[in-house]
């Protein structure tokens, strides 16, 4: 019997995940957060600058570049992923689903949002603003 833990260190498996910090240098060289949390979620802790919101039941049809409700930014399989949650446990979950449909360079954010905001990066407030 597989557990969810069992799920998650498999989904991490062989994969780089960037801390805040190379996250926030990847996301000037190109990269794109995406933020999977829910509207509640968001509400209640706050949300990241420019990242793309696409809640988690409806990513996998939002980035693949083949398929017919992609957004613009999910052009090709090429492009850098970084998916965030609240903690990092179900954006690599995510990422790993994403990896499955070819989107090679899919990763997470390690510590999730709690960790951005932790290391001073830049938030919108969970009352003010989200996006």
Same mark, same amino acid.
């Given at each position: 019997?597989?557990?969810?833990?069992?799920l998650?260190?498999?989904?991490?498996?062989?994969v780089?995940?960037p801390?805040?910090?190379e996250a926030?240098r990847a996301?000037?060289?190109g990269?794109?957060?995406?933020?999977?949390?829910p509207?509640?979620?968001?509400?209640r802790?706050?949300?990241?600058?420019?990242?793309?919101?696409?809640?988690?039941?409806?990513?996998?049809?939002?980035?693949?570049?083949?398929g017919?409700?992609?957004i613009?930014?999910?052009?090709?399989?090429d492009?850098?992923?970084?998916v965030?949650?609240?903690?990092?446990y179900?954006?690599?979950? #995510? %990422? $790993?689903s =994403?990896?499955e &449909?070819?989107?090679?360079?899919?990763?997470?954010?390690?510590g999730?949002?709690?960790?951005? #905001? %932790? $290391?001073? =990066?830049?938030t &919108?407030?969970?009352?003010t603003g989200?996006?």
């Amino acid at each position: 019997m597989v557990t969810i833990d069992d799920l998650v260190v498999r989904s991490r498996a062989g994969v780089h995940r960037p801390g805040p910090a190379e996250a926030h240098r990847a996301v000037s060289e190109g990269a794109l957060l995406v933020d999977i949390r829910p509207a509640a979620q968001r509400a209640r802790e706050g949300g990241i600058p420019g990242a793309l919101v696409i809640e988690r039941n409806v990513l996998e049809w939002r980035l693949d570049p083949a398929g017919s409700h992609h957004i613009e930014e999910a052009s090709d399989h090429d492009v850098h992923w970084i998916v965030v949650c609240s903690e990092g446990y179900a954006s690599s979950l #995510a %990422a $790993a689903s =994403l990896r499955e &449909l070819g989107l090679h360079r899919a990763t997470d954010l390690d510590g999730g949002f709690v960790a951005w #905001a %932790a $290391a001073g =990066l830049p938030t &919108l407030s969970a009352d003010t603003g989200l996006a």
